[in-house]
């Protein structure tokens, strides 16, 4: 056995259990979380960012979109039978955007997606376990398609992969390929569409055909830059770590200020309340008028021939029941009391069959009081 297959063997579990521990899932956040405090220009200059060309076909016109960070913003549409055209398309991509892979979307319903459940362990061969699935899953030879799988889900409990097999015939990607004309060449690759618009992440173009990737020294840049950021990050938190001393000094001598500003105004605030308290029932007795004031105003404005048989004052209201010669004139001559507001007569007004007078019920608003109030502030404005 050579000493790279042992090697392999005895890293090969380990890889498998980080694979299945949470722990890529913490790097991963962590690392999002860290490139999200950098300006857009930076991550793209560390290869964060996910930048694409994207490529889709639709009823004889090439459609131009472009990906920056997963928001994809529509280019424009070229026609698929003006050789020419896209040739000129295609020069001006190479000088002008360069660096941007080209991606060719195709519709998924193209290809064929069985679903497959595999033990943890052939994941490091996974694609060479799939190459032999292809003539049992699909009606296509191997040499026939161009395949990919990829990874749903990881079971740790049963060991167990649910892996997608993307199958594409090689006749259908030729075609798409064809129709490109002078666009295919330089693609970086082939992935395909679902109905809900979501790529699936996979690459069905031939590693021959594949443009080239990024340079070693850019990679080593990214790489320089993720370092400095790194030591940017940690000489701001032993920054912090310094400060952290005297802003706890700081806040301990505020704390004891604020207790004492507390004090003095919870002192203030029960003195302004027991001033306000005293005051209460001085104001309230002097904003309505008294009893006395009330029956004087009341014989005053009501006629001999009028008699109060109940008198009923209470929170503001001002209830009259008695009987006169003509009841309704009553309101009128109640109207310019400045102690009785807006009266008015309620129910019905009945003669009395012994006296022949008018039996009436009449309630009213003293002035000055929270009925008097509530009135103004329902009227319209």
Do not use: C
């Not at 016109?61 to 913003?73: F, M, V, W």
């Not at 026609?79 to 991606?103: F, I, M, N, S, Y």
């Not at 292809?134 to 161009?146: C, E, H, L, Y």
């Amino acid at each position: 056995m050579a000493a790279s297959d042992t090697v392999s063997g005895t890293i090969e579990p380990l890889r498998l259990r980080y694979l299945d521990s949470p722990l890529p899932g913490w790097l991963r956040q962590a690392g999002d979380a860290l490139l999200s405090l950098l300006p857009p220009s930076m991550r793209r200059q560390l290869g964060a960012g996910d930048r694409r060309l994207l490529l889709g076909l639709d009823a004889g016109q090439l459609q131009l979109h472009a990906l920056d960070d997963e928001r994809s913003t529509p280019i424009g549409t070229v026609p698929l039978d003006d050789a020419t055209l896209l040739a000129q398309l295609h020069d001006k991509l190479d000088e002008d955007a360069g660096g941007v892979r080209r991606w060719l979307l195709l519709d998924a319903g193209q290809t064929l997606r069985p679903v497959l459940s595999v033990p943890a362990s052939a994941e490091p061969r996974l694609r060479e376990m799939m190459a032999h699935e292809i003539d049992r899953q699909t009606p296509f030879a191997p040499d026939q398609v161009r395949f990919e799988p990829r990874v749903l889900s990881r079971d740790p409990a049963t060991r167990q992969l649910r892996v997608e097999l993307v199958v594409l015939p090689t006749a259908r990607l030729d075609a798409a390929l064809n129709q490109l004309g002078p666009m295919a060449a330089g693609l970086a690759g082939v992935d395909a569409v679902d109905a809900a618009g979501h790529r699936l992440g996979v690459n069905l173009l031939p590693l021959p055909g594949r443009a080239a990737g990024s340079d070693r020294a850019r990679r080593l840049n990214r790489w320089l830059a993720a370092a400095s950021v790194l030591a940017l990050v940690f000489a701001l938190w032993l920054m912090l770590g310094n400060r952290r001393a005297a802003y706890v000094a700081t806040e301990s001598r505020v704390a004891a200020t604020r207790a004492e500003a507390m004090q003095a105004r919870r002192a203030r605030n029960a003195l302004k309340a027991s001033v306000a308290a005293s005051t209460f029932l001085a104001r309230k007795r002097g904003e309505q008028p008294t009893m006395l004031e009330l029956m004087n105003d009341l014989s005053r404005r009501l006629p001999d021939s009028t008699w109060l048989e109940k008198v009923t004052i209470s929170e503001g209201s001002v209830t009259l029941i008695g009987q006169s010669q003509q009841a309704s004139a009553l309101v009128g001559l109640l109207q310019g009391s400045p102690l009785i507001l807006r009266p008015t007569l309620t129910g019905s007004v009945q003669t009395d069959p012994r006296t022949g007078k008018e039996r009436f019920t009449m309630t009213a608003v003293v002035a000055g009081s929270a009925k008097e109030q509530e009135g103004t502030d329902a009227r319209p404005r």
